[in-house]
């Protein structure tokens, strides 16, 4: 009967502890993943603005030398991210391959025009930026027209505010509901250990000393749990990575290893504070408020 009794409150232990680790570990992947989201956001939006193409295009009187002139300057300029040029033929080899038809054997000639295909770095794809760009582009007289989406710059622009601070809003919530959760799981931990609590101190042992080996088990789940965590984020990043190589999630090895520490720092500190105000309640309360 006995053994009996010794399984079922270990089965309850091991159960105890595995709701403690499992709690630890969801809700620390998910801020980790979130705080990762928070710092790569400005890339992930860099890098959308930067798929944004400007087009100039130029008049049929516009030599080698004008051309030439202008790669220069667009190489030299602060605000060029890439430039490619495309001649008027390759323009028609592309038009031929998207229509399926030459049409330059109706018209009898090309109508198509020298251009150059421009991505702008990100800091500078903003409504007076791109405005300002697209007046010093005009200043050049062999410059017949410049064409980007407007539309798309405002609306990329106003929608990066709105997701980056509805993020920040929700990574602080779910933070909040985080050190809740981490908190109720180890409370509920101490909770089945009241009475030895309790009868430890009715024989003389000191507070500090009653708290000690609870909160050494709560640290010891708390990293656990963490660690956990941990290797589902690393393997998250290795599977974005592998599958969308262009976003560079690795490459900032420095504010990832960060975020990491912070996990497991995180990790350590809820458990430890959890487990000592969980701790002090008990120790403070009357043996018939046990009950």
Do not use: C
Not at 55 to 62: C, G, H, I, L, Q
Not at 104 to 128: E, H, R, T, W
Not at 133 to 151: G, T
Not at 209 to 226: C, D, H, N, T
């Amino acid at each position: 009967m006995a053994s009996s009794f010794e399984k079922y409150q270990k089965r309850r232990l091991i159960s105890s502890y595995f709701s403690v680790v499992l709690s630890v570990f969801l809700v620390l992947f998910l801020l980790g993943i979130l705080g990762l989201f928070v710092i790569n956001s400005k890339k992930i939006s860099n890098d959308f603005k930067e798929e944004i193409p400007m087009s100039v295009y130029f008049k049929d009187n516009a030599n080698d030398s004008v051309l030439k002139s202008f790669d220069t300057m667009l190489k030299e300029s602060a605000f060029v991210k890439t430039d490619t040029f495309v001649s008027k033929e390759m323009a028609a080899s592309k038009h031929k391959d998207i229509i399926g038809e030459d049409f330059m054997q109706f018209l009898g000639f090309n109508p198509l025009q020298n251009s150059y295909d421009i991505n702008l770095k990100a800091d500078y794809v903003q409504a007076d930026s791109i405005k300002t760009i697209e007046q010093k582009f005009k200043e050049n007289k062999f410059i017949s027209d410049i064409v980007y989406d407007k539309h798309l710059v405002d609306l990329v622009n106003d929608n990066v505010k709105k997701i980056t601070f509805w993020i920040l809003v929700i990574t602080g919530f779910l933070a909040l509901i985080a050190v809740l959760l981490i908190n109720s799981s180890m409370r509920l931990s101490i909770y089945s250990n009241r009475f030895i609590i309790k009868t430890m101190q009715m024989v003389g042992a000191t507070k500090s000393f009653i708290r000690k080996p609870f909160i050494m088990r709560s640290i010891k789940l708390g990293v656990v749990g963490a660690l956990l965590a941990i290797v589902a984020i690393i393997g998250v990043l290795l599977y974005i990575d592998a599958n969308f190589p262009k976003l560079g999630i690795l490459d900032d090895q420095l504010m990832i290893g960060a975020v990491l520490l912070g996990v497991l720092v995180l990790g350590v500190l809820i458990s430890w504070f959890s487990t000592f105000f969980a701790t002090q309640k008990f120790l403070n309360l009357r043996t018939d408020d046990l009950y």
